[in-house]
């Protein structure tokens, strides 16, 4: 467990960034802060001055629970604001009705009222349940998220994304639900598994891929940083993926255009994840395996060169996540990427690579082309 003491003399100066999800002109009161920093989990005036009542309730799960809601809860105490606890069961399995019912019930049960912010203290599974349930319980609650894993903090807690899965397809039940903050302490990522904080590093890789080449050439530099939890290192990781991830919400809020270009990699990687069982292949991992998917789709269009397909390949590896797909069978593959939200008039659309840096959506993906992908692809 973790010693917040230490964490506090550690802090390095402090130094906290902040990025804004900006709305304006269209929306100025959405506009919201990311704030980026080490230890800054003790800094909870940032979140007392965001709260319109002296109370609150905090989703968790049994995992973060023990290891910071107690010291969240204290903290905040000091501020005189009261916190209802509320600790879910773990795991991707339980992003569900089932899970997101037991936070109404303890909602209800507590009087919670329309004033009461919801906070999300975990990661990208209790941001998720967390935020739809503040975007539906009485019609909408104010919301913010505290998130915990290196995936939550770059890419899940930004933007407004909110829902469960469905037995028959990922995040199929949801709405758009803007927080009022996120608030990213990158030294509660001392505690998170290998495998977690790896995860994370496929969505990281991700925004390099779409938008920023500079950015991935500085992850090619510093990958073996990021694995060693240098925290410097993390904190420009985060501040530079947040970046990006602010940019497209803003500019694309409800994904109508260039929001989608976020999909690189996830509708071969929403079929692993769901055709293998919830939570048997981590969300990062099978997105680091469609992202091999979609890099190989789209040497195949003839859009991506070998060489850049090749330097996919060896970040991914570098990071050590996957880069083969898991054995299924075709017909389960193409069943299962038919239930993505990004099909439109029946026909699936792919998010493509120029080159790194440079992301296309397109439709006009000939049925061979897939089936001899997604067999090269798998082990
Ligand atoms: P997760 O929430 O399941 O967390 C991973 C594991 O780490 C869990 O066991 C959790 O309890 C544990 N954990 C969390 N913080 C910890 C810490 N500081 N120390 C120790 N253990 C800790 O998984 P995730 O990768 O954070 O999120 C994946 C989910 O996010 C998926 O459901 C995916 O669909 C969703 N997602 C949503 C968006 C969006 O825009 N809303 C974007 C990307 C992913
Ligand atoms: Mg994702």
Redesign the pocket.
Known sequence: SIDFNTIMQNNRGSTMQTITVDFTPSSEKRSYPIHIGYGILQQVDLIVSCLPQKRVAVVS?T??AP??LNKLRIALEERGVSSVPIILP???AH?NWETLNLIFDALLQNHCERNTAILAL???????LTGFAAATYLRGVPFIQIP??L??QV??SV?G??GINHPSG??MIGAFYQPRMVLADSA??N???DR?LR??LA?IIKYGLIRDPAFFDWLEQNMHRLLARDSVTLNEAIQRSCENKAEIVAADEKEKGIRALLNLGHTFGHAIENGMGYGVW???EAVAAGTVMAAELSRRMKLISDVDVQRIRKILLQAELPVVAPKMPLEKYMQLMTLDKKVEAGKSRFILLNRIGEAVMRADIAPAILNETILACMS
């Not at 975990?122 to 998720?128: K, P, R, S």
């Open positions: 799960n995992t973060i290891l910071y773990d795991g991707e992003k975990g990661g990208g599974v209790i941001g998720d915990t894993t995936l939550a890419d899940s933007g994304k909110t990922k995040n509660t990522l505690t998170l598994p977690e995860a994370g969505e981590l969300h990062g």
